[in-house]
């Protein structure tokens, strides 16, 4: 994990996507911006829904649109929630991402300090495709 406090733009893109966030609920806004190889930036927030369970997750929502968008590889997704705290991504997020891109850094910060992790060391011994194998 290096802390930094170097300015990241994909973390501005992910504060902008904040904005757009639905948290009626929780009242916890979550915006994320995930980079393709090429440079491209695909943004998501959360959004909620009055039957809970159904709620997207920002990283989630900026994953599902660049794949549905044709992009398949990643280098970095940027995350920022509320209280200028960091915001690491949940267990569900970890594992789609590490799905489709585990070499994926994950930036989060807390408005002035960044934090870089590997993605492969937020899931360790992560279930992957290799073990729906048949023998
Ligand atoms: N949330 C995210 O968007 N990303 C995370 O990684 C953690 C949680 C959202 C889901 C829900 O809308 C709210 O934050 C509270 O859990």
């Keep these: 994990m290096s802390d930094q406090k170097k300015t990241y733009p994909l973390v501005v893109a992910a504060q902008q996507a904040r904005k757009h966030a639905q948290a009626r609920y929780s ?11 090429d440079g491209k930036v695909y943004s998501g927030c959360n959004v ?19 794949i549905s968008e044709g992009e398949n590889q990643f280098t970095r997704i940027a995350i920022v929630g509320p209280n200028n705290e960091f915001c690491p991504p949940c267990g569900a997020c970890r594992q789609l991402l590490f799905d489709y891109a585990p070499d994926l850094e994950v930036i989060t910060s807390n408005g002035s300090e960044t934090q870089v992790h590997p993605l492969k060391d937020l899931l360790p011994f992560a279930f992957e495709e290799t073990k729906l194998k048949r023998s």
Excluded at 48 to 66: D, N, Q
């Design 27 to 37: 009242h916890f806004e979550v915006g994320a911006a995930l980079e393709t190889k």
């Design 48 to 66: 909620e829904s009055s039957s809970y369970g159904l709620t997207i997750c920002a990283e989630r929502v900026a994953l599902t649109k660049a």
